[in-house]
């Protein structure tokens, strides 16, 4: 009885732990930009280039293409990659900033991570701006790049 009574309480004790056990979501993207961490649409976009935000190893950029009608033209994609490696991967660090182009010199979206843009750290919630207000967003993400770094001025360009 008194067994029956402590494996009941233990298994009343995992199911409260494991309900307030905040859970994992992974990355999460902006409407009408593809889910990175999926196998299908790592399989379906080519890496045209890859760079750093500003020579800083932490901030990888990615110019990627879709091969599939379903998926962005062209896509530049900024990560912030501050996690302590010398080595980052779209399946555990942030994507904080995304360009979506429907051809190469036509911009159809843009898209900012709030909480980078106000305190340097990700939120996975996104501030959208059009073909015309994407200046002011390269520049909050230039702010945010500051903000992460502690940097007073940086040299910027896409």
Do not use: C
Not at 80 to 106: C, H, I, Y
Request: proline content about 8%; overall charge negative; aromatic content about 8%.
């Amino acid at each position: 009885m008194v067994r029956s009574r402590f494996a009941l309480a233990l298994l009343a004790a995992g199911v409260l732990l494991t309900a307030a056990t905040p859970v994992s979501v992974g990355p999460l993207y902006p409407p009408g930009v593809p889910n990175l961490t999926d196998p299908d649409v790592q399989n379906s976009m080519l890496v045209l280039a890859i760079s750093q935000l500003d020579g800083d190893p932490d901030f990888p950029v990615l110019v990627l293409a879709g091969t599939s009608q379903e998926l962005p033209r062209y896509l530049l994609v900024v990560v912030d990659a501050r996690n302590g490696k010398d080595l980052w991967s779209l399946l555990e660090d942030r994507p904080v900033f995304f360009m979506v182009f429907s051809e190469p010199t036509v911009l159809r979206a843009a898209y900012l991570d709030e909480g980078f843009a106000t305190n340097g750290k990700p939120s996975g919630t996104f501030t959208a701006a059009g073909p015309g207000a994407v200046d002011a967003l390269v520049a909050e993400l230039r702010d945010g790049h500051r903000r992460a770094r502690g940097l007073a001025a940086l040299s910027f360009s896409l």
